[in-house]
């Protein structure tokens, strides 16, 4: 990850999976140079600004010049701070791709991961937690955690980290210019007043550590959520599937109000097995009952239990429900097979009434979460880590301050929380810190 500023890097931005709009970005000195030759802009742009164009790159594929918008930064008001292009287009991979080689033929190399965001980090852009937000942005899968990830992003954690920072490189400046008048016993601060200043420091640190922590709790369990139209079964399942009677069970549709949350270990990993709230009202359109059956705890499961009543077929928002997650992420379930035989084989059938299907389903369980991708955030646990570290040393410095043992000492921890906090907040970032992070990001960001 050393490459060098001076290569003008392209990469497919967003796009090459189906989304609408398909982005190819281009940032570097020579970003205008490697388009100009196959790009028909009807003005060259001098300033920011988006132009319609035809790129003749994608002959081949699209049959003809495809049109797009054109973005242009010329100077250093780019997200690089380098001149840089955005080709934003139809959302088709083969189409972005011809882009990229053509880019490519005309002077671009291919972006390694993260190097984008590496090069707005380097010019100034961001910090090292803004960075690690963008980072979280992408890999944010629930909704929570992209809002906090954006509420990092605008500087939520590392300003008043920042704060902090400065605070105590005021504070240090005071204790060393004590430390070379000590014959004259010249006092820049008095004992109270560092005592006061490392205690709101130490808050400071604390809060922050409580805000990343807080980050991820609850995400720490693999959810695995059954979900499902009212009455299919779900809850008779789930109890059988954990073998006690934990959920309500009941004749009428819609009992189960609250999830209902258990730890279980399964195939050795201890997981938190979700019954979904049984949903009232099933009369209202299908696209709203869709709506409802995807409920949030649905949308932020590790993995997903459909359940379909064998003894009909499934409903627009009962497919909906499968169609919507990644196929790695679910698992089809026929329930009530006691009284039906369910059409599609391949899916599991089960009863909870009988028993039927229940070690099968567990089985299945324990197969699928083996083969989820680590869900671990390094960098978080990098961060709490030096945040942790921080808190320490500030609590040393304060001991110290206080049974008067010198202000060496206290300088000393001050030092080392500074470095730790550097280390969050990106003041201090060394080289394999940000290969770890860059490393992550998709290519294109
Ligand atoms: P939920 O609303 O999806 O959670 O469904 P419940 O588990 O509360 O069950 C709804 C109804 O279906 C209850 O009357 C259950 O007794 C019945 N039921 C659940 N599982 C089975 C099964 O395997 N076979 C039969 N015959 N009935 C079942
Ligand atoms: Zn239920």
Redesign the pocket.
């Known amino acids: 990850m050393s490459a060098a500023l001076e290569d003008t890097i392209v990469a497919i931005g967003s796009g090459a999976n189906g989304a609408l709009r398909g982005v190819v970005r281009i940032s570097g000195p020579a970003a205008y140079d490697c388009v100009k030759s196959w790009i028909a802009l009807q003005d060259p742009p001098e300033h920011f600004g988006r132009t319609s164009a035809l790129s003749a790159a994608t002959a081949g594929v699209a049959d003809r010049q495809l049109p797009c918008d054109l973005y242009y930064w010329p100077d250093q008001r780019s997200y690089t701070r380098q001149p840089s292009i955005e080709i934003h287009t139809i959302g088709s991979r083969p189409l972005l791709e011809e882009m990229v080689a053509a880019a490519c033929r005309h002077g671009a190399r291919m972006a390694e991961p993260g190097e984008f965001t590496l090069r707005a980090f380097l010019a100034g852009r961001l910090d090292l937690t803004q960075a690690e937000a963008v980072l979280g942005v992408i890999d944010a899968e629930g909704d929570a955690r992209l809002k906090q990830s954006l509420a990092q992003l605008a500087g939520g954690l590392s300003s008043p980290l920042a704060e902090a920072r400065r605070q105590l490189l005021e504070l240090l400046a005071h204790l060393e210019a004590g430390l070379d008048f000590v014959e004259e016993d010249i006092e820049f601060i008095t004992s109270a007043e560092l005592c006061a200043q490392l205690n709101d420091a130490r808050d400071c640190v604390e809060h922050a550590l409580s805000q990343l922590t807080g980050r991820d709790a609850g995400d720490e369990l693999i959810k695995v959520v059954f979900c ?10 789930f109890n059988a599937v954990i073998g006690e009677e934990a ?1 309500i ?3 009428l ?4 109000r609250d999830t209902l949350q258990k730890t279980i270990v399964i195939g050795g990993q201890t997981i938190a097995l979700i ?1 979904t709230a ?1 949903q009232e009202e099933v009369d209202a359109g299908p696209q709203q009952s869709a709506q409802r059956l995807g409920s949030e705890q649905v949308s932020r499961a590790d993995l997903r239990i459909v ?1 379909w009543d064998a003894g009909r077929e499934a409903t627009f928002a009962e497919q909906k429900l499968w169609d919507d997650a990644p196929a790695d992420r679910r698992l089809l379930v026929y ?5 039906a035989t369910p059409g599609d084989q391949s899916a599991i059938a ?5 028993g039927q299907g229940i070690l099968e389903l567990r089985d299945a369980i324990a197969e699928r979460i083996a083969q989820l991708p680590e869900t671990e955030d390094a960098t978080a646990v990098r961060c709490r880590a030096s945040l942790e570290q921080a808190a320490e040393s500030l609590m040393s410095a304060l001991s110290a301050a206080e049974s008067g043992l010198g202000e060496e000492l206290v300088a000393v921890e001050i030092r080392m929380a500074l470095a730790e906090l550097g280390r969050v907040v990106g003041a201090i970032a060394t080289d394999d810190i940000l290969d770890v992070i860059f490393s992550r990001f998709c290519i294109g960001k």
Not at 253 to 256: D, H, M
């Open positions: 499902g139209a009212p009455n299919v079964g779900k809850s008779s399942l959920a069970v009941a004749d549709a819609g009992t189960t019954d049984g359940c329930t009530k097979c006691d009284l089960t009863s909870a009434a009988v």
